[in-house]
């Protein structure tokens, strides 16, 4: 064979290998390449695909794939293309590597879904293709081991990525449109990079931009990503149907410089230059206004982060114009947390899927599973053999938040509770969260326009603790009306509050007992509430300030406080209730009818029946173990400087309206300690109104658990008239003039009371008659003038005596029934009274009020006229008293004696007539001719022989023996009844009987007028008595009375 035909031979072996290359590249190939990619796919994936065309240019060694899609089993589209071009470059002989000029992606559109099943579209393409990693090793080898290539660039123009949840009530989605990349020496092989520039319009309209080198041996990235113009109101399209807020007006930009690299087994990645910015931004319930929350902008600068070295850095973080609403509702939630979705407790947030080794093993799945829900609930416990995770470190240079504004409500008041803190400028400095770094706080902000509250310090996160020093200036008071209304009928009209001092906080034995210490003072100024009920003022004061207080949870020290002009107001109503019980709430109602010795059953009855409603809300239950009571705190006050106090107080319940008060009452209590041995000396004056001046004085120990009280009160120059009010609702008279002073001493010690109260009444003078129907029965003006010495005075000593924890006992009620007591006595037994003022007792004083005289006689015996000596000397004691004296005489007993002195008379009379024949040798007998004569005189002739046989006795003789019929008279009882008969027949007028009462009575007033005695006109003489009272030997008594 020649040459020339062997090159005619070649040249037509190359023709035909180019016709058999062309027509195979163009033809043949393309349709291969279609089949094999729709069957793969199929295979791999379980989907018909759709490819419309395949073009191969076999000399430029190009491939084009037109109309490509891949469908979601609903049959929409999940990943398509218009065009995928790829050029391959003969330089990858060269190369010894696949070596691809150009892959151009035209249009592509993928469509991520989130199924109903919670499953993604892209769990549910794959089944088939996990399928077969699992069952074909060569398959798993062969995408284990990448091929050896270069893409020189990567061109996708005009991508559309989606995401879509189709598990929420409303589909939410999620699109970039449209997405460039151009990406430039893509390579697997080592120490080559390039670059790649992507730009999209993100949702909200914004513009996501990223550029930056490449490498994929070693596998790293690194360059800048940026976000500008976001509009947030789209973005919150995504997630409407997850919350109950909606974004209306929002921009968004970020700017951030990136590094991402693989070393060895770890990922390092890196974010500096950070910056974030939102501008304008308003959020607001949906569909209701007004706006909860707005913001003029936000901007986060100087941002870093490093991994795996887990630090972040912020340089500064500044939020202007911050506008936030807030409130609860009227059942105490907070609107914020309605607004977002509830996150389930002891659940997993955030699910994925394995990888790695094992991942679709079902055994190593399952123990993969058991580890990773583990590591979910317990995020301190780590798989055995893992390392422990080193915590992240985050540091912050600067937070700051300027002129922000806060609107606070709480609608679970009555009215609600609304109050504005604007002006609020926040500066966090340095924040760190490595355990026990201190951050810097610089807090200002102005509370309802007025309030002005300073905080400047250091604080920590981890653990809790502040170092804080805070000043707050005049808080106004009445913005916490709302509150004040739930227990108390008052209007809060004004009053401001201040602190000023260092705070400081730590973490303490458990968060509900966190370690609070503060040192420093709080003041109010111009507090003043009304009672709504009559519009009058009720508590109040100028000034109230508490200076170098020293606090912490084991101690509250204070070293002065000073109340000054501090007031207040009480009034009984004319049903006795008071202003107290009717402006607080029933539980302060029933601590004030405590003090005034009301009964406590009210709350007795409350506690009863709250155990009764337990009782009938819960199941019966183990007795839970008794508790240790926790001691209480130790207290000590050095001095409370008391500054021109006043107290007004008003008694409507009387019949006459009562009103009085005190007035510039100042002093001091020294020493307040919660220690049971201490002892406050105090030492207060003041003015008593209308007239009077009271002063305290003693030791006291309020704070104690077992409180110890030994004061002194002394109340001087009291004017009694304004005291009316009540003597006449329950003495039934006015008081017309006197002067009042009060010495009353109390001593408590535990809960025993001990009282000595000195009452003095000055020339004390009733007036008129008031009627009453709670007046006393007791005769109290007799007790008054008796009471009452020689100038003017009243001088009592009341005691008292009891337990303040018995219910029954009430200082009150206690005095009240000592002065009813002495009354009582004083009224029941005056001449017990006046025996005393002379020196006598009480057996001996009694008989005071009455004179014993003999029977019939008139004249005093020594032993009364002495006692009338006596009686006169106490009455002169008395000079408001009056003596009434009634004089007896006894018709029995003074009647005998008058008819025996005068038989006596008539003896006397007759035997001086005829001695020779009446006189008899016993002077002290009558003799019995006497006796028959007058006998005879009285009854006739011979009417004392015709007695005779009635009182003879048998004759005796000697021997004492009867003897027969033989009679005697029996002289001496025949004798007797003659004289008794003719003494019995006596007559003794009426008249007789009177003029012997009248002249005792005057006997008695006689010696009482005498020289230096009671004046006549103190001493009345009362119509005489014939039935007397004897004396137990038997003398008529004449009975005295004393009056007022």
Same mark, same amino acid.
């Given at each position: ?51 419309? %065309? ?9 491939? /084009?794939?037109?109309?490509? =899609? ?31 000029? @150009?892959?151009? *992606?035209?249009?592509? @559109? ?6 109903? /099943? ?32 270069? *893409? ?22 999620? /699109? ?28 909200? &309209? ?211 509770? $609304? ?5 609020? !400028? ?24 007025? &309030? ?10 981890? +653990? ?17 009306? +709302? ?6 009928? *008052? ?71 000073? $109340? ?34 009301? /009964? ?33 705190? +130790? ?25 009085? &008060? ?65 003597? &006449?609702?329950?003495?039934? #008279? ?37 009627? %009453?129907?709670?007046?006393?029965? *007791? ?25 303040? !924890? ?17 009354? %009582? ?71 005998? $004696? ?42 006739? !002739? ?12 048998? #004759? ?28 019995? !027949? ?15 009575? $005057? ?11 009671? =004046? ?29």
């Amino acid at each position: 064979m020649n040459i020339r035909k062997l090159v005619r031979l070649r040249r037509f072996w190359f023709v035909i290998a180019i016709l058999t290359y062309t027509l195979v590249g163009f033809f043949v190939v393309p349709r291969i390449i279609r089949q094999q990619a729709l069957a793969q796919i199929e295979l791999s994936l379980g989907r018909i695909a759709v490819i419309e %065309s395949v073009r191969v240019n076999p000399y430029r060694l190009s491939m /084009s794939v037109s109309g490509f =899609s891949l469908p979601d089993e609903d049959g929409t589209v999940f990943i398509g293309f218009d065009e995928l071009y790829v050029n391959l470059e003969l330089s990858s002989v060269i190369n010894r590597a696949w070596t691809v000029g @150009e892959l151009r *992606l035209e249009n592509p @559109e993928i469509t991520a879904r989130i199924m109903p /099943s919670q499953e993604t579209n892209f769990e549910d393409a794959s089944v088939s293709f996990r399928t077969r990693m699992a069952a074909d090793e060569d398959f798993r080898k062969s995408l284990s081991t990448p091929p050896r290539m270069i *893409l020189q660039r990567l061109r996708i123009n005009g991508a559309r990525l989606t995401a879509v949840n189709m598990a929420a009530a409303e589909p939410e989605s999620l /699109s970039f449109t449209p997405a460039n990349l151009d990406l430039h020496d893509l390579s697997t092989l080592p120490d080559r990079s390039g670059r790649y520039d992507f730009e999209a319009i993100g949702a909200g &309209g914004g513009r996501w931009e990223l550029e930056g080198m490449h490498s994929l041996h070693p596998l790293q990235a690194s360059g800048s990503f940026a976000i500008q113009g976001t509009r947030l109101p789209e973005i919150w399209n995504v997630i409407r149907n997850r919350v109950e807020f909606e974004i209306t007006s929002g921009a968004m930009g970020l700017q951030v410089d990136y590094a991402v690299a693989l070393e060895g087994n770890e990922v390092a990645f890196s974010l500096s230059d950070a910056a974030l910015s939102i501008d304008a931004l308003s959020v607001r319930e949906k569909g209701v206004d007004p706006e909860l929350f707005s913001l003029d902008s936000l901007r986060v600068t100087g941002a870093q982060m490093q991994l795996p070295a887990q630090r972040a850095h912020v340089e500064r973080v500044a939020i202007h114009g911050a506008d936030l609403k807030a409130w609860l509702s009227e059942e105490g939630e907070l609107n914020w947390l309605a607004l977002v979705p509830e996150i389930p407790t002891g659940q997993a947030l955030l699910t994925g899927e394995r990888s790695g080794p094992g991942a679709d093993d079902p055994a190593q799945a399952s123990a993969a599973d058991s580890t990773e829900v583990q590591a979910s609930v317990t995020p301190t416990s780590s798989p055995a053999g893992s390392s422990e995770v080193s915590p992240w470190t985050v540091t912050i240079a600067e937070v700051a938040l300027i002129d922000a504004v806060l609107h606070a409500e709480d609608r679970s008041t009555t009215p609600t509770f $609304a109050v504005d803190v604007d002006s609020i !400028d926040l500066i966090l400095r340095d924040i760190n969260t490595d355990p026990g770094s201190l951050f810097g706080l610089e807090l200002a902000l102005t509370i309802a326009g007025q &309030g002005r509250l300073n905080v400047n310090g250091r604080a920590s996160a981890q +653990p809790p603790a502040a170092i804080l020093e805070v000043e707050l200036a005049q808080l106004p008071l009445p913005i916490f009306q +709302p509150y004040l209304n739930s227990v108390a009928d *008052l209007r809060l009209v004004s009053g401001s509050f201040g602190l000023e001092g260092q705070l400081e906080f730590a973490e303490g034995p458990t968060p509900q007992e966190p370690d609070l210490r503060f040192a420093g003072s709080v003041s109010s100024d111009e507090f003043l509430t009304i009672d709504r009920i009559r519009e009058d003022p009720f508590v109040g004061w100028r000034r109230i300030e508490a200076n170098q207080i020293r606090y912490d949870t084991s101690h509250l020290e204070i070293a002065e406080i000073v $109340a000054e002009r501090p007031r207040g107001k009480v009034h009984v109503h004319a049903d006795r209730t008071t202003n107290i019980d009717a402006i607080l709430a029933p539980s302060t109602g029933a601590l004030t009818g405590a003090l005034t010795g009301a /009964s406590t059953a009210p709350s007795t009855a409350a506690s009863t029946a709250g155990e009764q409603q337990s009782g009938a809300d819960q199941e019966p239950a183990d007795v839970a173990p008794a508790t240790t009571s926790t001691p209480p705190m +130790p207290i000590h006050i050095g001095n409370l400087r008391l500054i021109d106090g006043w107290l007004d107080f008003t008694d409507e319940s009387l019949i006459l309206p009562f009103a009085a &008060g005190i007035d510039s009452l100042s002093g001091t209590i020294s020493g307040l300690s919660s220690d049971p041995d201490a002892r406050a000396e105090i030492a207060l004056d003041g003015d008593v109104l209308p007239s009077g001046r009271v002063s305290v004085t003693g030791q006291v120990n309020p704070l104690s658990e077992e409180p110890f009280i030994d004061i002194e009160m002394l109340f001087r120059d009291l004017d009694l008239p304004v005291l009316t009010p009540y003597s &006449g609702q329950y003495i039934g #008279r006015e008081i017309d003039k006197g002067k009042l002073q009060l010495d009353l001493e109390y001593r408590l010690e535990g809960t025993h009371l001990v009282g000595d109260n000195r009452i003095i009444l000055h020339q004390l003078e009733y007036g008129d008659d008031v009627d %009453s129907p709670e007046a006393t029965s *007791l005769p109290v003006g007799l007790a008054t003038a008796l009471l009452k010495d020689s100038r003017g005075n009243i001088d009592l000593e009341v005691p008292i005596e009891g337990d303040v !924890d018995d219910p029954g006992f009430g200082v009150g009620d206690a005095i009240w029934e000592a002065l009813s007591n002495t009354v %009582s006595k004083v009224a029941m037994a005056p001449f017990k009274l006046l025996g005393g003022l002379v020196g006598m007792g009480g057996g001996e004083s009694e008989e005071l009020q009455y004179v014993d005289y003999l029977p019939g006689e008139s004249g005093l015996q020594p032993d009364e006229e002495q006692q009338l000596f006596k009686l006169a000397e106490a009455l002169l004691e008395r000079p408001e008293l009056s003596l009434e004296i009634r004089g007896y005489a006894d018709r029995e007993v003074d009647g005998l $004696a008058i008819r025996e002195s005068r038989f006596a008379d008539r003896v006397a009379t007759r035997v001086a007539e005829d001695p020779g024949r009446y006189a008899s040798t016993d002077s002290a007998q009558v003799s019995p001719r006497l006796l028959r004569d007058l006998f005879d005189e009285a009854y006739g !002739d011979d009417a004392a022989e015709r007695l005779e046989d009635l009182f003879q006795v048998p #004759r005796l003789d000697d021997e004492g023996q009867s003897r027969g019929d033989k009679t005697d008279l029996d002289e001496a009882r025949f004798h007797a009844h003659l004289r008794q008969t003719i003494v019995d !027949d006596i007559a003794v007028p009426e008249d007789r009987l009177q003029q012997l009462a009248i002249a005792r009575s $005057a006997h008695v007033k006689n010696v009482l007028a005498g020289p230096g005695g009671v =004046s006549e006109f103190r001493i009345f003489l009362l119509d005489v008595g014939i039935e007397a009272e004897l004396s137990d030997d038997g003398r008529v008594r004449t009975e005295m009375t004393v009056t007022n």
